[in-house]
């Protein structure tokens, strides 16, 4: 068998995009969620409650998101094995460190107070742009370790141990009522309905730019089009839109007739003329249109 051929190049800038992406995400944990105790889930939103709880000195936020950083990695490296491990490693050590160093920070001392939002002098004001911020720093960063080809961790662990024992549950699915249920806690834990829906707003703005970044920096998309007219439609698509396709042999489920499927890649301009292309040829044709997040190849940028 060949070997494979890692690229050095390619491994230090995963490496790179996974660092900055903790670090940016630690950073916006530190400055802006965990000084305003605004709970929006995960394992900032877990040591938040914890410690509105459990009223000790020596065991700060940090050290608590330290505790269950380390203690989920290793129950995910004992349950989930060393691939997840492999992933998770570098946010693991990376996250942990960035938090307790960006908290320190937020001290009056250090720069003048210039990170210590919480003593604003406009205090609602520091905390709608907390709110805000927490969102993009936290979905800019995750959405970076992820193109990193790493993972942030986390109660993800969790989302897997619960998926691996519920074979039918989405990870999706079980991840938001992770984080719904984290929520919910912090309303009570902390007892401010505001700072709740805060937090609430914070976390779709990470989920909105976790999208953006991650997934809506491409707009491409990928079509599957089901028609007898396949010839006429892939020519005019080949001729007009300069576009190359892939014709497949399929067999419909239900009738178990044998078909030709045409898949065609295209960009968001092109979107329009190969709807018009497909109708014009056949209007009752079977057309599945989906978003790629990368393509490769001739006629695409690498």
Request: proline share 4%; hydrophobic share 50%.
């Given at each position: 068998m060949k070997k494979l051929k890692y690229d050095p190049r390619s491994m230090i800038k995963n490496i790179g995009l996974v660092v900055l992406g903790t670090f940016i995400l630690s950073f916006g944990t530190s400055i802006?969620?965990?000084?305003?105790n605004l709970v929006t889930g995960g394992i900032p939103g877990i040591s938040l409650v914890i410690s509105n709880i459990i009223s000790?000195?020596?065991?700060?936020?940090?050290?608590?998101?330290?505790?269950l950083t380390w203690s989920l990695f290793l129950i995910g490296f004992i349950v989930l094995g060393k691939s997840f491990a492999a992933k998770t490693l570098i946010s693991t050590i990376v996250y942990p460190i960035g938090v307790s160093l960006f908290?320190?920070?937020?001290?009056?001392?250090?720069?003048?107070?210039?990170?210590?939002?919480?003593?604003?002098a406009h205090p609602a004001l520091a905390l709608m742009i907390a709110a805000v911020s927490s969102g993009i720093c936290v979905g800019v960063g995750c959405a970076l370790s992820f193109l990193g080809g790493g993972s942030t961790g986390g109660v993800d662990v969790?989302?897997?141990l619960i998926c691996k024992i519920f074979k039918r549950l989405k990870h999706s699915t079980v991840m938001f009522f992770i984080d719904a249920t984290i929520i919910i806690l912090g309303m009570f834990a902390i007892g401010d309905f505001v700072l709740s829906l805060l937090g609430i707003v914070s976390a779709f703005i990470a989920a909105y730019m976790i999208d953006k970044v991650f997934i809506g920096r491409t707009?491409?998309?990928?079509?599957?089009?089901?028609?007898?007219?396949?010839?006429?439609?892939?020519k005019e698509i080949l001729e007009k839109v300069d576009r190359g396709s892939t014709i497949i042999d399929i067999t419909g489920g239900y009738s178990g007739e044998s078909k030709k499927m045409l898949m065609v890649?295209?960009?968001?301009?092109?979107y329009a003329e190969i709807i018009n292309i497909i109708n014009k040829h056949?209007?009752?044709?079977?057309?599945?249109?989906h978003r790629a997040h990368e393509i490769n190849g001739e006629g695409w940028t690498r």
């Open positions: 802006f969620l965990l000084p305003f000790v000195e020596w065991l700060t936020v940090d050290i608590l998101v330290t505790i908290m320190r920070l937020t001290s009056p001392d250090i720069l003048n107070g210039f990170f210590d939002l919480s003593s604003h969790i989302a897997f707009k491409s998309f990928i079509a599957q089009i089901i028609s007898d007219e396949y010839p006429s439609i892939n890649s295209f960009t968001v301009n092109q056949d209007k009752s044709a079977f057309v599945t249109i």
